[in-house]
């Protein structure tokens, strides 16, 4: 375990205490403060209307669970089951509460019991530990409130970018954050992955606000670029996928490489064309279907933009636009946003032959990184795009069509 990660578990405990709600007085006395037990933190993940998923992992294997409940009191639980199985015997943990209420908040803390020995006949427990109580809102795609959202990109496992931009920045306020790809810089193994991972987290306050967590080409390079994915949860298990919150509709997609699949730095292991062309049949159906037709507003989110591509290593290779392009043009999209040129852009309509306004964030350097905020109220899409010194860099408004 790095030192940057190892310093921060020790620092959870005081964390957790300003973030978390009071216990009360059955939870406290259960409460165990001794956080050495957890490799990652509760995070939240898959954020939906009527569901939540809970994630953490331990640093030994163990039987877990999510008590949950309307009320600091909790009183529900939820596993996650496997085959006829309640999952156990496992570090990276990933339980799914359903039945829930649109736009409700709900309280939760993760329990997880160690297993000291599992044999056919008889398992045997170790210590039961409890991590503080947190709490979490459910989607609501029907309620007409203002709210926003908060966009990293690029961020290449820089995490004193990261910390400063979310330190310095005045967008505190936000229903859910995005990590829109490249910000696991060429995962070769699951250590590096977590010291980025707890950073993140934190600094998007995980535990109580979910954070997505977009694939860009570098996290597609690297040996653990096929275990990447078990750490987050998406609807589906998909790379790509839709939602709806307070009428706005956001729409993810998965941009695959920069370069032809026969590129030889691939060495033949790529096949992003065919995934790409899935992709543009699901997309075909997701701009017919009424969530995307009757929202508010329409947003695109996908690491490497389709209009203002950095041309130096991809020259006009573009497989998102090829295939997606011509649909989107006539969709009433009204934001995409971006990363991956490292270089922080608003792109106005028509800028770039541009159907519709692209927003790209910048890079991984100190003094290029951003925070990209949208703010959605009931007319207009507000964008402002911070520096790591909490400074606007850029601020663009759109309209509601009329
Ligand atoms: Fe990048
Ligand atoms: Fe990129």
Redesign the pocket.
């Known amino acids: 375990m790095s030192i940057q990660r190892r310093d921060f578990l020790k620092g959870l405990t005081s964390i957790a205490a300003i973030a978390s709600l009071p216990l009360n007085a059955s939870a406290s006395k259960k409460a165990n403060v001794e956080q050495h037990w957890l490799s990652v933190a509760p995070y939240l993940q898959n954020p939906g209307a009527d569901e939540m998923t809970i994630m953490w992992q331990t640093s030994s294997a163990s039987f877990s669970r999510v008590e949950y409940g309307l009320t600091q009191d909790l009183g529900q639980v939820a596993h996650s089951f496997i085959n006829g199985q309640k999952q156990a015997n496992n570090t990276l943990n990933s339980i799914r509460i359903t039945e829930l209420t649109p736009g409700q908040s709900y309280f939760y803390r993760c329990v997880s019991k160690e297993i000291i020995s599992y044999e056919p006949y008889e398992v045997k427990f170790g210590t039961e530990h409890f991590t503080e109580l947190k709490s979490f809102r459910c989607l609501d795609p029907n309620a007409s409130d203002d709210f926003s959202v908060i966009f990293f990109n ?1 961020l290449h496992d820089n995490l004193k970018l990261t910390q400063d931009l979310t330190r310095n920045n005045p967008a505190k306020d936000f229903s859910f954050s995005v990590f829109n ?2 910000c696991f810089n060429d995962p070769m193994g699951e250590e590096a992955v977590l010291d980025s991972l707890c950073v993140y987290n934190e600094s998007v306050d995980a535990a109580n606000i979910p954070p997505l967590y977009i694939r ?3 996290e597609i390079r690297g040996a653990y670029a096929r275990n990447l994915p078990q750490h987050f949860a998406n609807p589906g298990n998909s790379l790509y996928y839709s939602f709806t919150h307070a009428g706005v509709r956001f729409v993810v997609l998965d941009t695959g490489e ?1 370069k032809p699949d026969d590129n030889e730095g691939y060495s033949g292991l790529n096949h992003f064309e065919p995934f790409i062309i899935e992709q543009a049949a699901w997309l075909k159906e997701e701009i017919a279907s009424n969530q995307f037709k009757e929202a508010r507003f329409r947003v695109l989110i996908h ?2 933009p389709l209009y203002g591509n950095d041309k130096t290593y991809s020259g006009d290779y573009n497989i998102g636009k090829t295939h997606w392009g011509e649909m989107l043009k006539d969709a009433a999209v009204d934001l995409a946003i971006s ?4 270089t922080h852009k608003i792109h106005k309509v028509g800028d770039e032959g541009n159907p519709y306004p692209v927003v790209i964030g910048g890079g991984r350097r100190d003094s290029s990184g951003t925070l990209t905020s949208l703010a959605f109220t009931q007319e207009q899409i507000q964008i402002k795009m911070y520096g790591s010194k909490g400074q606007i860099l850029r601020q663009y408004n759109i309209m509601e069509r009329s």
Request: proline residues 0%; without cysteine.
């Open positions: 690029d790809g490249d860009g080409n570098h920069d690491h490497i990363g991956h040129t490292h």
